[in-house]
């Protein structure tokens, strides 16, 4: 007997739960189905920027069961821009677990509300500059640009010392160049 799958944790429910091509009318368009938690895992990865490491604490499994989980709904994605098909975003194994938000400006902390839909500023100093704290501790440090693992989306992403930022690595667009006796220069990604 199979064991039941574990639910992912999701920050929210998504408020909008079909995509579709414009133009065609939605009667006469496949609907691709993409499940709460393969969109929470894309959030996550690709919109935040964290690691699979990171995803998958925040969505309470493992590490191999994220990268499963993000393929699955990376290639629904995909499908559905290429052959101009309607996504539909419902179902999957999930419970949903509030987020803990944080203010750049002041540094408060607080639980997101579970409707998906980001914060327009801070409760307390109603500072614009709110992101998602992906510390457990609950520190946020999102002014700490350069610093720490991940794919270095930007300033901002991520709380404590620095995660979520990039320090550089194999495959991330830096490149290394020999520079050969012949007239023709190689570039060989580092």
């Not at 189905?33 to 929470?40: F, I, Q, R």
């Not at 895992?41 to 989980?69: C, P």
């Not at 677990?97 to 801070?122: F, H, K, M, V, Y």
Request: aromatic share 2%; net charge neutral.
């Amino acid at each position: 007997m199979a064991r039941p799958p574990i639910e992912r944790a999701v920050g929210g429910v998504p408020q909008v739960t079909l995509f579709k091509p414009a133009g065609v009318p939605g009667r006469d368009l496949e609907q691709l189905p993409l499940a709460v938690d393969e969109l929470e895992a894309i959030r996550l990865v690709d919109l935040e920027g964290l690691s699979h490491e990171q995803a998958a604490s925040a969505m309470g499994v493992s590490r191999q069961t994220v990268g499963r989980v993000l393929e699955r709904g990376r290639a629904q994605v995909a499908e559905a821009l290429v052959a101009g098909k309607a996504i539909l975003i419902g179902g999957g194994q999930y419970r949903v677990e509030p987020r803990q938000l944080c203010c750049a400006s002041c540094g408060a902390i607080w639980a997101a509300a579970t409707d998906a839909l980001p914060p327009a500023a801070c409760p307390s100093c109603a500072s614009p500059d709110v992101g998602t704290c992906w510390d457990p501790a609950g520190r946020c440090g999102m002014g700490h640009a350069g610093r720490g693992s991940g794919r270095g989306r930007g300033v901002g992403r991520g709380c404590g010392a620095g995660d979520g930022h990039h320090q550089g690595g194999p495959g991330d667009g830096q490149a290394e160049i020999d520079l050969p006796t012949n007239p023709q220069t190689r570039v060989r990604e580092s």
